[in-house]
Protein backbone atom coordinates (compact mmCIF):
# COMPACT_ATOMS: atom_id res chain seq x y z
CA UNK A 1 0.00 0.00 0.00
CA UNK A 2 2.86 2.47 0.34
CA UNK A 3 4.36 1.49 -2.30
CA UNK A 4 1.15 2.03 -4.43
CA UNK A 5 1.02 5.60 -2.37
CA UNK A 6 3.81 6.55 -3.42
CA UNK A 7 3.41 5.35 -6.65
CA UNK A 8 0.21 7.22 -7.13
CA UNK A 9 1.34 10.32 -5.59
CA UNK A 10 4.70 10.87 -7.99
CA UNK A 11 1.98 9.90 -10.40
CA UNK A 12 -0.38 12.89 -9.67
CA UNK A 13 2.98 15.67 -9.42
CA UNK A 14 3.60 14.17 -13.05
CA UNK A 15 0.51 14.91 -14.19
CA UNK A 16 0.31 18.47 -12.15
CA UNK A 17 3.70 19.65 -13.63
CA UNK A 18 2.69 18.56 -16.78
CA UNK A 19 -0.99 20.48 -16.54
CA UNK A 20 0.55 23.43 -15.49
CA UNK A 21 3.37 23.19 -18.87
CA UNK A 22 0.40 22.61 -20.78
CA UNK A 23 -1.56 26.03 -19.68
CA UNK A 24 1.69 28.21 -19.73
CA UNK A 25 2.09 26.46 -23.61
CA UNK A 26 -1.46 26.52 -24.75
CA UNK A 27 -1.47 30.40 -22.98
CA UNK A 28 1.80 31.32 -24.64
CA UNK A 29 -0.02 30.56 -28.02
CA UNK A 30 -3.00 32.25 -26.94
CA UNK A 31 -1.22 34.95 -26.49
CA UNK A 32 0.50 35.01 -29.38
CA UNK A 33 -2.36 34.39 -31.55
CA UNK A 34 -4.20 37.36 -30.26
CA UNK A 35 -0.76 39.41 -30.71
CA UNK A 36 -1.17 38.64 -34.36
CA UNK A 37 -4.73 39.59 -34.43
CA UNK A 38 -4.27 42.70 -33.20
CA UNK A 39 -1.55 44.35 -35.38
CA UNK A 40 -0.90 41.53 -38.03
CA UNK A 41 2.00 42.57 -40.43
CA UNK A 42 1.24 44.47 -43.54
CA UNK A 43 1.60 43.15 -47.19
CA UNK A 44 5.07 43.97 -47.77
CA UNK A 45 6.40 44.66 -51.90
CA UNK A 46 9.33 43.64 -52.89
CA UNK A 47 11.12 45.65 -56.13
CA UNK A 48 13.22 44.55 -58.60
CA UNK A 49 14.55 45.55 -61.61
CA UNK A 50 15.66 43.02 -64.08
CA UNK A 51 17.32 43.29 -67.56
CA UNK A 52 15.90 44.51 -70.36
CA UNK A 53 13.81 47.43 -68.65
CA UNK A 54 11.58 44.90 -66.88
CA UNK A 55 10.49 45.94 -63.47
CA UNK A 56 9.14 43.70 -60.99
CA UNK A 57 6.95 44.23 -58.22
CA UNK A 58 5.83 41.40 -55.97
CA UNK A 59 3.51 41.25 -52.95
CA UNK A 60 4.73 39.52 -50.04
CA UNK A 61 2.24 38.33 -47.82
CA UNK A 62 1.20 34.72 -48.55
CA UNK A 63 -0.06 33.77 -45.19
CA UNK A 64 -2.54 36.64 -44.96
CA UNK A 65 -3.00 36.19 -48.68
CA UNK A 66 -1.59 39.03 -49.84
CA UNK A 67 -4.47 41.66 -48.19
CA UNK A 68 -3.97 45.06 -49.44
CA UNK A 69 -3.38 47.45 -46.57
CA UNK A 70 -2.80 51.93 -46.73
CA UNK A 71 0.63 51.07 -46.65
CA UNK A 72 0.58 48.63 -49.08
CA UNK A 73 -1.32 50.04 -51.90
CA UNK A 74 0.67 53.19 -51.47
CA UNK A 75 4.25 51.71 -52.05
CA UNK A 76 2.87 50.36 -54.64
CA UNK A 77 1.38 53.35 -56.11
CA UNK A 78 5.02 54.88 -55.37
CA UNK A 79 7.11 52.23 -57.16
CA UNK A 80 4.83 52.61 -60.60
CA UNK A 81 5.03 56.57 -60.14
CA UNK A 82 8.62 56.62 -59.79
CA UNK A 83 10.33 53.44 -61.51
CA UNK A 84 13.68 53.20 -61.87
CA UNK A 85 15.53 54.80 -64.86
CA UNK A 86 15.02 52.88 -67.62
CA UNK A 87 12.04 50.84 -66.98
CA UNK A 88 9.86 50.09 -69.92
CA UNK A 89 7.36 47.55 -68.50
CA UNK A 90 6.45 46.87 -64.62
CA UNK A 91 5.09 43.24 -64.21
CA UNK A 92 3.09 42.54 -60.91
CA UNK A 93 3.71 39.10 -59.39
CA UNK A 94 2.36 37.35 -55.65
CA UNK A 95 3.69 35.32 -53.33
CA UNK A 96 1.31 31.96 -52.86
CA UNK A 97 -1.37 30.54 -52.93
CA UNK A 98 -3.67 33.69 -53.80
CA UNK A 99 -2.87 36.66 -55.83
CA UNK A 100 -4.66 39.35 -53.40
CA UNK A 101 -7.49 38.62 -50.84
CA UNK A 102 -8.67 42.49 -51.33
CA UNK A 103 -8.55 44.81 -48.44
CA UNK A 104 -7.13 44.63 -45.00
CA UNK A 105 -10.24 44.10 -42.87
CA UNK A 106 -8.31 44.01 -39.61
CA UNK A 107 -6.91 47.15 -40.52
CA UNK A 108 -9.73 48.56 -41.23
CA UNK A 109 -11.56 47.29 -38.10
CA UNK A 110 -8.39 50.09 -36.34
CA UNK A 111 -10.27 52.94 -38.09
CA UNK A 112 -10.77 54.84 -40.87
CA UNK A 113 -12.29 52.02 -43.32
CA UNK A 114 -13.66 54.71 -45.15
CA UNK A 115 -10.24 55.90 -46.48
CA UNK A 116 -9.05 52.36 -47.42
CA UNK A 117 -11.91 50.29 -48.72
CA UNK A 118 -12.46 50.95 -52.19
CA UNK A 119 -11.12 54.44 -52.18
CA UNK A 120 -11.44 56.12 -55.26
CA UNK A 121 -8.38 57.28 -55.31
CA UNK A 122 -6.60 53.28 -54.86
CA UNK A 123 -4.41 52.53 -57.74
CA UNK A 124 -4.14 55.95 -59.36
CA UNK A 125 -1.12 56.19 -60.73
CA UNK A 126 -0.76 52.28 -62.12
CA UNK A 127 -3.66 53.79 -63.53
CA UNK A 128 -2.07 57.08 -64.88
CA UNK A 129 1.40 54.86 -65.40
CA UNK A 130 3.22 55.75 -68.95
CA UNK A 131 4.56 52.30 -68.81
CA UNK A 132 2.32 49.10 -69.47
CA UNK A 133 1.84 46.76 -66.22
CA UNK A 134 1.57 43.21 -66.54
CA UNK A 135 0.39 41.22 -63.90
CA UNK A 136 0.15 37.62 -62.50
CA UNK A 137 -2.74 36.31 -60.99
CA UNK A 138 -3.11 32.98 -59.07
CA UNK A 139 -5.77 31.24 -56.21
CA UNK A 140 -8.11 34.28 -55.04
CA UNK A 141 -8.41 37.91 -57.02
CA UNK A 142 -11.37 39.29 -54.37
CA UNK A 143 -12.36 42.91 -54.25
CA UNK A 144 -9.52 45.28 -54.18
CA UNK A 145 -7.37 42.67 -55.65
CA UNK A 146 -9.33 42.70 -58.55
CA UNK A 147 -9.24 46.44 -58.50
CA UNK A 148 -5.27 46.49 -58.56
CA UNK A 149 -5.12 43.57 -61.16
CA UNK A 150 -7.74 45.92 -63.28
CA UNK A 151 -5.70 48.31 -63.35
CA UNK A 152 -3.31 46.98 -65.52
CA UNK A 153 -2.37 46.19 -69.17
CA UNK A 154 -2.02 42.76 -69.51
CA UNK A 155 -3.31 40.04 -66.81
CA UNK A 156 -2.29 36.11 -67.18
CA UNK A 157 -3.68 33.65 -64.81
CA UNK A 158 -3.43 30.41 -63.64
CA UNK A 159 -6.34 27.63 -64.16
CA UNK A 160 -7.31 27.62 -60.58
CA UNK A 161 -7.62 31.29 -59.96
CA UNK A 162 -10.90 32.86 -59.09
CA UNK A 163 -12.40 36.55 -58.74
CA UNK A 164 -14.68 38.16 -56.52
CA UNK A 165 -16.49 40.99 -55.57
CA UNK A 166 -17.96 40.48 -52.28
CA UNK A 167 -19.20 44.20 -51.51
CA UNK A 168 -22.87 43.12 -51.11
CA UNK A 169 -22.06 40.58 -48.85
CA UNK A 170 -19.62 42.99 -46.90
CA UNK A 171 -22.23 45.93 -46.89
CA UNK A 172 -19.93 47.94 -49.13
CA UNK A 173 -21.07 50.52 -51.61
CA UNK A 174 -17.97 50.40 -54.15
CA UNK A 175 -16.08 53.67 -55.73
CA UNK A 176 -17.27 54.54 -58.75
CA UNK A 177 -13.79 54.48 -59.78
CA UNK A 178 -13.77 50.87 -58.95
CA UNK A 179 -16.84 49.69 -60.90
CA UNK A 180 -15.43 51.80 -63.87
CA UNK A 181 -12.75 49.55 -64.41
CA UNK A 182 -14.94 46.24 -64.01
CA UNK A 183 -17.60 47.51 -66.55
CA UNK A 184 -14.64 48.54 -68.60
CA UNK A 185 -13.23 44.90 -68.41
CA UNK A 186 -15.84 42.92 -68.09
CA UNK A 187 -19.12 44.58 -69.59
CA UNK A 188 -22.46 45.67 -67.47
CA UNK A 189 -23.91 42.90 -67.25
CA UNK A 190 -20.95 40.58 -65.44
CA UNK A 191 -20.26 43.39 -63.45
CA UNK A 192 -23.97 43.53 -62.29
CA UNK A 193 -23.68 40.04 -61.40
CA UNK A 194 -20.48 40.30 -59.46
CA UNK A 195 -21.52 43.41 -57.50
CA UNK A 196 -25.28 42.27 -57.07
CA UNK A 197 -25.04 38.65 -57.41
CA UNK A 198 -22.49 37.57 -55.62
CA UNK A 199 -21.19 35.68 -58.86
CA UNK A 200 -17.48 34.30 -58.98
CA UNK A 201 -15.37 34.08 -61.79
CA UNK A 202 -13.07 31.21 -63.10
CA UNK A 203 -10.18 31.44 -64.62
CA UNK A 204 -11.59 29.97 -67.75
CA UNK A 205 -14.93 32.67 -67.79
CA UNK A 206 -12.35 35.27 -67.45
CA UNK A 207 -10.54 34.26 -70.36
CA UNK A 208 -13.79 33.92 -72.49
CA UNK A 209 -14.56 37.34 -71.11
CA UNK A 210 -11.32 39.55 -71.95
CA UNK A 211 -10.45 39.66 -68.37
CA UNK A 212 -7.51 37.99 -68.90
CA UNK A 213 -5.61 37.49 -71.99
CA UNK A 214 -3.87 33.74 -71.27
CA UNK A 215 -4.42 30.72 -69.08
CA UNK A 216 -0.78 29.44 -67.40
CA UNK A 217 -0.03 26.94 -64.86
CA UNK A 218 0.82 28.01 -61.77
CA UNK A 219 4.83 26.82 -62.10
CA UNK A 220 5.07 28.70 -65.02
CA UNK A 221 2.79 31.99 -64.66
CA UNK A 222 5.51 34.20 -63.65
CA UNK A 223 8.24 33.65 -65.92
CA UNK A 224 5.58 33.69 -68.97
CA UNK A 225 4.56 37.26 -67.25
CA UNK A 226 8.31 38.30 -67.35
CA UNK A 227 8.30 36.99 -70.66
CA UNK A 228 5.80 38.84 -72.08
CA UNK A 229 7.17 42.33 -70.30
CA UNK A 230 10.52 41.14 -71.99
CA UNK A 231 9.05 41.05 -75.24
CA UNK A 232 7.30 44.04 -74.73
CA UNK A 233 10.16 46.47 -73.62
CA UNK A 234 11.79 45.00 -76.92
CA UNK A 235 9.46 46.87 -78.76
CA UNK A 236 9.56 50.78 -79.45
CA UNK A 237 9.52 52.64 -76.52
CA UNK A 238 7.86 55.42 -78.29
CA UNK A 239 5.10 53.72 -79.44
CA UNK A 240 4.37 51.25 -76.10
CA UNK A 241 3.95 54.21 -73.78
CA UNK A 242 1.63 56.55 -76.74
CA UNK A 243 -0.57 53.65 -77.43
CA UNK A 244 -1.38 52.80 -73.65
CA UNK A 245 -1.84 56.65 -73.06
CA UNK A 246 -4.37 56.87 -75.69
CA UNK A 247 -5.56 53.30 -75.10
CA UNK A 248 -6.27 55.35 -71.25
CA UNK A 249 -7.61 58.58 -72.74
CA UNK A 250 -10.32 56.21 -74.88
CA UNK A 251 -10.94 54.74 -71.47
CA UNK A 252 -11.47 57.75 -70.38
CA UNK A 253 -8.53 57.84 -67.33
CA UNK A 254 -6.74 60.46 -68.60
CA UNK A 255 -7.23 63.58 -71.14
CA UNK A 256 -4.24 64.63 -73.28
CA UNK A 257 -3.54 65.55 -76.84
CA UNK A 258 -3.67 61.96 -79.07
CA UNK A 259 -2.63 63.88 -82.04
CA UNK A 260 0.71 64.97 -80.30
CA UNK A 261 1.29 61.01 -79.05
CA UNK A 262 0.65 59.92 -82.50
CA UNK A 263 2.63 62.86 -84.45
CA UNK A 264 5.49 61.80 -81.63
CA UNK A 265 6.22 58.48 -84.16
CA UNK A 266 6.44 60.35 -87.34
CA UNK A 267 10.10 62.11 -86.25
CA UNK A 268 12.95 62.01 -88.54
CA UNK A 269 15.20 59.69 -86.04
CA UNK A 270 11.48 57.65 -84.97
CA UNK A 271 11.77 53.78 -84.90
CA UNK A 272 8.64 54.23 -87.13
CA UNK A 273 10.69 55.49 -89.85
CA UNK A 274 13.58 53.35 -89.61
CA UNK A 275 11.24 50.48 -89.44
CA UNK A 276 10.19 51.82 -92.63
CA UNK A 277 13.66 52.42 -93.86
CA UNK A 278 13.99 48.77 -93.19
CA UNK A 279 11.17 47.05 -94.54
CA UNK A 280 11.56 49.23 -98.18
CA UNK A 281 15.44 47.85 -98.06
CA UNK A 282 14.50 44.27 -97.65
CA UNK A 283 11.48 44.81 -100.42
CA UNK A 284 14.15 46.38 -102.81
CA UNK A 285 16.39 43.10 -101.80
CA UNK A 286 14.05 40.49 -102.55
CA UNK A 287 12.84 41.81 -105.90
CA UNK A 288 16.72 42.43 -107.28
CA UNK A 289 17.04 38.55 -106.55
CA UNK A 290 14.34 38.02 -108.07
CA UNK A 291 14.98 39.79 -110.94
CA UNK A 292 18.15 37.66 -111.15
CA UNK A 293 16.39 34.25 -111.89
Keep these: MTSMSRLSRSVSRMQSQTSKRWRRSTRWIHDRRRQR ?14 KHGVFELRLVGGDRRN ?14 ANPPVGTKVIVITAAPPDFCAGYDLVEAARGGAEDLIAHERNFESLRRSKVPIVVALQ ?22 TRF ?17 LVVEVVGESVARALF ?8 DAALATGLVTDIVGREQLRAQALDLATLIASWSEVATTGNRRILDVVAGRIATDTDELRLGSFAPDSDLNQSIAHFVARRSRTHWRSGLR
Design 196 to 203: LGGRHITA
Design 67 to 80: VLGRSTIDRLEELV
Design 164 to 180: SIPAAKLGLVYSEAGIR
Design 37 to 50: LAVPPATAVEAEAL
Design 139 to 160: GNVIGGGLELALSADVRLASPE
